[in-house]
């Protein structure tokens, strides 16, 4: 990393301003995810105390009793139906990257680019009152729509106990907002990998426990007996929580054996206005051809951000990215550091500016890259 890169990062940082949203939000007020979003492992619609926290808590400026014209939005329609929306529109840019490699010249050309990534929008039938509901989460940009989530949630049981149904976002790690994090991304564990399955829950006490059992082929139908299994286990206190993540996937067919099994820890942690979260993940990928040696890869995937509350509705986040793609070879990994200003101006918009310093080796051009990028998100 060059001190340009340094330098020019701190300075992005230094000249802006921010306030994360989840899940450092949850770790600053020792809330679970299932506080203020309907999925109870995070992500997707807000529960009415998430649509209220995040008019009233979150934004700079936000209405009071005084005023005439704005109120407190309720997502409600009615007793039986609410709805909630996420819009993403970003612009970015990318810097050129050129360099010399064995005595042959790379390039990774680079450029600008306005993009919507997030058009999303949800919806909760309450068929039964606190115990049964049908919720949605349907992707509509931007390269078509598609479901991200349907399933039939049943709560209210014993311990704070839930079990979904459905398509379901696999319940693994910290469900960090970005899947280029890379205990996102290596893992599988994203926004845009969902599965066919159930989920078991509770939370008893201090406690947090899901379990999940699905087809393992990413929403598809599965193709072979094996299933997934995901599990998430941890304890909360005021001051964060510590816990840990597990995954086996058994692909075998009549081929030959294909198994992924990830592993990780997580913990958080709350000094007030600084909210500071971490987790590592190590997988290791199973190949058995048929009638071949068996062979096995190990990845490590790290994570550690630090978010900053300046004042109501103004945050800083700096968070730092590792990823070892194959733990046998020497120097290919890469990493990556977001210097984020965050801003909810108002009620239902968050303002972003991040500076991204990607690093990676030499022949691998196209991640070495710095990028910046801004971005207005509208949610509801």
Not at 3 to 11: K, T, V, W
Not at 337 to 366: G, H, K, M, N, W
Request: aromatic fraction near 8%; charged fraction near 20%.
């Amino acid at each position: 990393m060059t001190d340009r890169r340094i330098f020019s990062a701190l300075l992005v940082t230094l000249c802006a301003l921010t306030a994360n949203a989840e899940p450092h939000l949850a770790v600053r007020e020792g809330f679970l995810c299932s506080q203020c979003h309907v999925n109870r492992t995070g992500g997707g619609k807000r529960t009415a105390f998430g649509a209220n926290y995040s008019q009233v808590a979150l934004p700079a400026w936000r209405p009071g009793p005084q005023s005439l014209r704005v109120g407190v939005v309720n997502p409600n329609l009615g007793d039986y139906v609410s709805l909630g929306a996420d819009l993403r529109v970003q612009h970015v840019t990318i810097e050129t990257v050129r360099t010399q490699f064995e005595g042959q010249w790379l390039e990774a050309p680079g450029g600008n680019t306005l993009r919507v990534p997030q058009v999303n929008l949800y919806g909760e039938l309450m068929a039964v009152r606190d115990h049964l509901s049908i919720y949605l989460d349907e992707k509509l940009g931007p390269e078509g729509a598609s479901t991200r989530e349907a399933m039939l949630l049943l709560y209210g049981l014993p311990f704070g106990g839930y079990a979904k149904a459905g398509k379901i976002l696999l319940p693994f790690g910290l469900r960090l907002a970005d899947d280029d994090a890379f205990i996102r991304q290596a893992t599988g564990f994203t926004f845009g990998n969902q599965d066919l399955g159930v989920e078991l829950g509770a939370e008893p006490g201090p406690t947090f426990l899901a379990a999940s059992l699905s087809n393992g082929t990413l929403g598809g139908t599965d193709d072979n007996e094996r299933k997934q299994l995901v599990a998430t286990a941890g304890v909360k206190a005021r001051w964060g929580r510590v816990g840990a993540s597990y995954s086996w996937n058994d692909a075998t067919r009549s081929t030959g054996l294909s198994v992924r099994q990830v592993g990780g820890l997580f913990a958080t942690a709350n000094f007030g206005r600084l909210s500071l979260l971490s987790e590592a993940d190590l997988i290791v990928d199973t190949e058995r051809p048929k009638g071949e040696p068996r062979t096995q890869i190990f990845q490590l995937a790290v994570h550690a951000e630090a978010d900053f509350l300046v004042v109501r509705g103004v945050a800083l986040r700096a968070a730092f990215g590792y990823h070892d793609p194959d733990l046998n070879v020497a120097e290919d990994h890469r990493s990556r550091l977001a210097l984020t200003v965050e801003v909810f101006p108002i009620p239902f918009l968050r303002v972003t500016a991040t500076y991204v310093v990607r690093e990676d080796i030499p022949q691998r051009v196209q991640g070495r890259g710095d990028l910046f990028l801004v971005q207005l998100h509208g949610f509801l």
